[in-house]
């Protein structure tokens, strides 16, 4: 295990005892003083340890609110390397409306990074730099819609260290006066075996030495903590030792948790497969998503008879993880470090809704999530849940998470640990890193860049099926019963297409996952190229400049390539599929611009440019566009709207086209023009 491998299982394993974190990598927090709260001084103790434990306990149960700022170090050792971790968080938490508002700070080698993370309305929100690369946006959202209260539960520091205190043998270590509160201070020997269990740090990691300060007023509230822990992480190439030292600071009562405008325009991940939980196929980036591991546990079968190097956490696998994984390796050639876990969890929610009521884009043409619950594919001859196939991933440190359910047995299971297997490798090797550098964080870019991982991935395992299990259900078969069951035009099977499109586009490739290489290194960069399996530079988007030229009513707000694979699935809410395909197979390029009102007030209105190969593919793209606003559209007043929000179809030039969509205000205020090659929005009043 390498120094940097090691310091990533440092930062998840150590966040639970310093933020209450039970699983991601943005969840470890940073170092203060660890000892008497300024402006005190030494009261007398009138009560016994074990009173002062009841109290506390009682009081921690019925909090409803409250924030906590904690600062820690981890001190990491692991191959005669040692490194300090220092890091700070901020957390807010709701209980009874199931909300939290999260905020991360780490310092590493002098690099600060900083996330954010908030519950509200059943939707989980995400902020990170890294996002930006990926989704074209450092916010990204999740549904959570029946997950909302074990999400919670994850980031709930106080109600671990509860948990923690109902295990332990307590000593009153006197006491001090911090304002008008008498804090006594309660010294807490702690189970380090239940310390496992509270923290669910996993079977590989134990804690070794555990010391907590309880700081506790008269009412039981406890005001402050102070803890040191010793942890050891055990795989079968290295032990990695680390020392963690935090100080948690409580407050109660109202504890406002206000979602950021920024966030209101998140990418919203939750069907399209992006940052953790999707149709099948997982997450690549090491973006935690907050998807719950449930409760340690261990379960093998179709072992191999010898140790098993790759623990299963949660319930039982009908497959043998190491054998699978060395498989994989196999038909890879490769060699990197095991995995740390297989999460096996509960069956998926599939039930889609959204927790913030606004428009997009996507929305406004028809491109909308749809819900699965219920479905089934068919793998092999078994009729297959889609809830226990959807949403699998793999998190940064080594962990891979999979649903699992009674009666799934080992094919369905060997394809699911296989894919996200494969997904591990990926990360390991640094093949999401060479893909993005290939792309761009357009929409059409992380396309390209997801049907490649994604499509390598199905490639892959299916590969390693026909190796060694030539009967049993193939990985590619699961994605074409997703696009069978998606609705045409939806968001899902536009997300779905990515994996359907990526194989093919693999598969024609190369003949070998050990040649997959050459694939990562040269990515398509175009929804076009993945769709018509061109070679990497062929056809790059046509030459298309779009110039906003504002007054005082409107701003540029943001700017997009859509592709040709969105321009496909929008267009097949109006019109018949095989007409959608020829009418976009024509895409040349084209760019979005979203326009928001200057003062703030009103809804984003968006003037989307496509410029096409030919003047014949813009003459057909026109005749389908009109036909698409005809049966998809509503004319109110004599304008044509979408759901509501007016929109007009221009043809702008033999091979440019245009819609614009917002407002009836918009519709007056803004004239498209061309210009030499490139063309110019303009706001006219």
Same mark, same amino acid.
């Given at each position: ?91 807010v938490i709701d209980r009874p409306a199931t ?40 916010? &990204? ?93 055990e795989t079968s190439r290295t032990t990695t ?52 591991? #449930? ?14 190097? &790759? ?221 018509? #399996? ?152």
């Amino acid at each position: 295990m390498t120094l940097r491998r090691a310091l990533l299982v440092v930062a998840v394993v150590a966040a639970v005892a310093l933020a209450g974190c039970t699983g991601g990598p943005e969840m470890t927090p940073t170092p203060t003083d660890a000892s008497t709260p300024a402006g005190t001084t030494a009261p007398t103790v009138d009560a016994s340890a074990s009173e002062i434990q009841s109290t506390a306990l009682e009081s921690a149960q019925n909090v409803s609110r409250y924030e906590a700022t904690v600062d820690g170090t981890i001190a990491v050792s692991a191959n005669n390397v040692e490194q300090t971790i220092a890091l700070q968080n901020e957390l807010v938490i709701d209980r009874p409306a199931t909300e939290y508002h999260r905020s991360l700070e780490q310092t590493v080698r002098g690099q600060t990074t900083t996330v954010d993370g908030y519950l509200v309305d059943e939707t989980n929100y995400a902020r990170s730099p890294q996002h930006a690369r990926q989704y074209g946006s450092e916010w &990204i959202e999740t549904d959570v819609s029946g997950n909302a209260t074990q999400l919670l539960d994850r980031y709930d520091i106080l109600a671990q260290y509860r948990k923690a205190l109902a295990n332990a043998s307590v000593a009153v270590d006197g006491a001090t006066t911090s304002g008008d509160a008498t804090l006594r201070r309660l010294q807490a020997d702690l189970n380090t075996t239940s310390l496992d269990t509270t923290f669910q740090t996993g079977n590989r990691t134990t804690f070794t030495d555990a010391s907590v300060t309880y700081w506790v007023d008269r009412e039981g509230t406890i005001h402050r903590v102070n803890a040191t822990f010793d942890q050891t992480t055990e795989t079968s190439r290295t032990t990695t030792n680390r020392t963690i030292v935090s100080t948690i600071d409580f407050a109660y009562g109202d504890a406002p948790i206000d979602l950021p405008e920024e966030a209101r325009s998140a990418v919203d991940i939750t069907d399209d497969g992006e940052s953790g939980e999707d149709p099948a196929g997982g997450s690549d980036d090491g973006s935690d998503t907050d998807s719950g591991e #449930g409760s340690d546990g261990d379960g093998t079968a179709e072992s191999d008879g010898d140790d098993s190097a &790759i623990t299963v956490r949660g319930g039982d696998l009908a497959v043998d993880p190491d054998r699978t994984f060395k498989r994989v390796e196999a038909v890879l050639e490769t060699n990197v470090t095991d995995p740390e876990a297989v999460v096996a969890q509960g069956p998926a929610n599939l039930t889609r809704g959204r927790g913030v009521d606004r428009r997009t884009l996507s929305d406004t043409l028809g491109l909308e999530s749809a819900s699965l619950a219920g479905t089934n594919v068919t793998l092999g001859s078994r009729d297959v849940p889609l809830s226990w196939l959807a949403e699998g991933r793999v998190d940064g440190v080594g962990n891979v998470y999979l649903h699992s359910a009674p009666g799934m047995g080992s094919g369905v299971t060997r394809l699911l640990t296989a894919h996200e297997f494969v997904h591990y490798v990926q990360l390991q090797n640094g093949r999401f890193e060479s893909v993005n550098a290939g792309t761009d964080t357009t929409t059409d870019g992380a396309y390209a860049a997801r049907a490649t991982t994604e499509g390598a991935a199905v490639f892959t395992t299916d590969a390693l099926l026909e190796r060694y299990v030539p009967e049993g259900p193939r990985n590619v078969a699961l994605y074409d019963g997703i696009a069978a069951a998606a609705p045409n035009g939806s968001l899902t099977a536009y997300g779905n297409s990515r994996y359907v499109f990526g194989t093919r586009y693999v598969d024609a490739r190369i003949d070998d996952p050990a040649a997959i290489e050459s694939v990562y290194q040269h990515p398509p960069t175009t929804s076009e190229q993945v769709l018509h #399996g061109l070679a990497p530079g062929s056809e790059p988007p046509a030459p298309l400049t779009v110039t906003v030229e504002t007054g005082s009513e409107y701003v540029l707000a943001g700017s997009d390539r859509k592709g040709e694979a969105y321009l496909r699935y929008a267009l097949d809410n109006g019109v018949s599929t095989d007409r959608a395909v020829a009418a976009a197979a024509g895409w040349g390029n084209d760019t979005v611009r979203s326009l928001r009102p200057a003062d703030g007030e009103g809804t984003t209105s968006y003037v989307w440019v496509q410029r096409w190969d030919t003047p014949g593919d813009a003459t057909e793209f026109a005749t389908v566009a009109r036909d698409y606003l005809d049966s998809y559209g509503t004319v109110e007043n004599g304008t044509t709207t979408l759901d509501g929000v007016p929109a007009r179809f221009e043809t702008l030039d033999d091979r440019t086209t245009a819609l614009v969509i917002g407002s009836r205000d918009v519709q007056s205020a803004v004239t498209l023009r061309t210009d030499g090659g490139g063309v110019v929005v303009a706001e006219t009043r």
